[in-house]
């Protein structure tokens, strides 16, 4: 079975400070994802990445960032927490879609955030 | 960009009775619609999904219908349980594309 791991389930910060969130996945997979959950707007994506050292925004980049410097891991970084950064993030992996005419992404538990 | 509309977003349905979640979306060149479902504490997980050749799937309580004339496709569980009750989210997308765009979700109550 494909696991993703996430660091941590609950996490609670302060405004302003610096907030790394982890992910990793077992299964080989060159696409790795960071959503945010926010009830009545669904996933929406802050990035991803293709590969080792490769990013792409998402739709809602702004305020974070990522780093991937190894295929398995995949971070999310808040640099200066705000409250509005307060939700539930999910990480998702999965292979390459085209050889196989599908596109699944595998996820993680996912961390509830809450800045104060 | 993909524009996902998903409706109801929340359904309560009895134990033993059907539901049925609907997924409207606006690229017509998408050629893959997934359905994942998300428990309580979990994250989403695939389902059934159907690629753009094939009108229907079936998988035991659970299809999947598309109309691309019409750009939508729908969820159909049928003698629902309560393990169905968790909140459902639709990705219309194309295979190609190695991301997914996720509708709003609909929150899926089954009443004992």
């Known amino acids: 079975d494909v696991k993703v791991t996430q660091s941590s389930r609950y996490l609670v910060k302060r405004t302003g400070e610096k907030v790394f969130l982890e992910c990793v996945q077992d299964m080989d997979h060159e696409n790795m994802f960071w959503y945010r959950q926010d009830p009545g707007l669904g996933l929406r994506l802050i990035y991803f990445s293709y590969d080792v050292k490769m990013k792409e925004k998402g739709d809602i980049p702004e305020g974070y960032s990522v780093s991937r410097e190894k295929k398995e891991r995949f971070s999310l970084i808040l640099e200066s927490a705000s409250t509005n950064q307060t939700s539930m993030y999910l990480c998702a992996s999965s292979p390459p879609g085209q050889g196989i005419g599908k596109n699944i992404q595998y996820f993680g538990a996912g961390t509830r955030l809450s800045v104060l | ?112």
């Open chain 2, 1 to 112: 960009g993909e524009n996902v509309e998903q409706h109801p977003s929340t359904l309560s349905v009895q134990e033993g009775d059907s539901a049925v979640i609907k997924c409207t979306y606006s690229d017509s060149a998408s050629n893959y619609f997934p359905w994942y479902k998300q428990e309580l504490g979990k994250g989403p997980q695939l389902i059934i999904d159907i690629r753009s050749n094939v009108g229907e799937k079936k998988d035991q309580r659970i299809a999947v219908t598309l109309n691309k004339t019409a750009k939508h496709f729908s969820l159909h569980i049928t003698e629902t349980q309560p393990e169905d009750s968790a909140v459902y989210f639709c990705a219309p997308t194309q295979h190609v594309d190695e991301k997914l765009t996720f509708g709003t979700g609909t929150r899926l109550t089954i009443i004992p």
